[in-house]
C-alpha cells in the first residue's frame, strides 16, 4: 500500500467557523490535498499565498504551516504517504496550481474517494487505486506548471477566438449572429467551420459551458434556481429546468438535494 486515506469530504467554511474571518496558524500533520469550487479569500501555506479562485488545487505537505482567510469552500482528501519513493515524488509537487482545465476530472476523482470511503474500509484496495487516479491527475497538473489545457490544439485562429468570447459571455444573452459579428464571418459559414473543428455546434458548446456553471452553483451555492438560471444564460427557469433535466434526467433542484445528502460532511473538528 502506497497511500493511506485519512479523511476526506467538503467543507464550507460559514458552516464550520461563522463569521470569523481567518483561521488561527496550523502545522500541517498529513498530505492535504484542496479543489476549490468557487472563489474565496486567500490561502497561506508556509511562504506562499494564493487568492482562491475556482479551480485552483492546494496541495500542502507535512509540517508545513498554514492558514486561510475566510470565507471559502473546498473539497479535500487527506492521506499519508507509506513509501519513501512516492513522498520523495509528492514532497516536489507545488503548493498551488491551476487545476480549472481539469477541474470535472479532479472532482470526479475525490467524488470517487469520499463514495469509496463510506462503503469500505479506508484500508481498502479500492480506495488504494481510487488514491493512485488522484495523485497520477495532480501529477499531471503540476507538470504542466499552471499553463492552461489545450482543449482545440487543432482550431484555428479565428475558432479559438469565437471560443475565448463564448467562454467570456456564455452568461449573456448570446446567438450565433453575435458570435458571428465578432469574429467577421456570416452566421452560417462560422456553424459550419465551429462544427467541423470542434465536433459540436456553437449551440451545443454554449448550452454545455451553462449547464457546467449551474452545477458548480447548484453544488456550492445556496442561490435560487431562478438566480442561477439567470447567471448561467438562460432565458427563463423552465427553459434552464427542462434544459437540465434533459441532460441529467432530473431537475436543477432533484440535483442539489441528492448532491447534498451525498457529499456535504459537517465535520469542523476534522479541519
Do not use: W
Not at 490561502?43 to 508545513?64: C, D, R
Not at 498554514?66 to 514532497?91: D, G, Q
Not at 499553463?147 to 467570456?168: R, V
Request: charged fraction near 25%.
Amino acid at each position: 500500500m502506497n497511500f493511506k486515506l485519512i479523511n476526506c469530504g467538503f467543507f464550507d467554511s460559514k458552516i464550520a467557523f461563522g463569521n470569523i474571518k481567518e483561521s488561527k496558524e496550523r502545522k500541517v500533520e498529513y498530505y492535504e490535498l484542496e479543489l476549490f469550487p468557487t472563489d474565496g479569500e486567500l490561502s497561506f501555506v508556509g511562504n506562499k499565498k494564493k487568492a482562491i479562485t475556482h479551480g485552483t488545487l492546494l496541495f500542502a505537505k507535512p509540517n508545513e504551516i498554514r492558514h486561510s482567510v475566510f470565507p471559502f469552500k473546498a473539497f479535500y482528501v487527506r492521506f499519508e504517504i507509506c513509501t519513501p519513493e512516492f513522498a520523495e515524488i509528492l514532497n516536489n509537487v507545488e503548493t498551488f496550481n491551476d487545476a480549472s482545465h481539469m477541474y470535472k476530472k479532479i472532482l470526479k476523482c475525490m467524488h470517487d474517494i469520499i463514495d469509496a470511503s463510506r462503503i469500505s474500509n479506508i484500508d481498502n484496495p479500492i480506495l488504494e487505486c481510487k488514491m493512485h487516479k488522484l495523485i497520477d491527475e495532480l501529477l499531471i497538473i503540476n507538470s504542466e506548471s499552471n499553463t492552461n489545457q489545450k482543449l482545440y490544439e487543432s482550431c484555428s485562429e479565428i475558432i479559438i477566438d469565437a471560443i475565448n468570447f463564448i467562454n467570456n459571455h456564455y452568461h449573456e444573452k448570446l446567438s450565433i449572429n453575435s458570435i458571428a459579428h465578432f469574429i467577421h464571418l456570416s452566421p452560417i459559414y462560422f456553424h459550419g467551420l465551429f462544427k467541423r473543428e470542434t465536433g459540436t455546434t456553437p449551440y451545443e458548446y454554449i448550452t454545455k459551458k451553462r449547464i457546467d456553471h449551474a452545477i458548480i452553483l447548484l453544488e456550492t451555492s445556496d442561490k435560487k434556481i431562478s438566480t442561477i438560471s439567470s447567471e448561467c444564460g438562460f432565458s427563463s427557469q423552465s427553459y434552464f429546468s427542462a434544459t437540465f433535466k434533459k441532460t441529467f434526467g432530473c431537475t436543477p433542484k432533484e440535483y442539489r438535494r441528492a448532491y447534498c445528502e451525498k457529499y456535504i460532511i459537517y465535520n469542523p473538528k476534522k479541519l
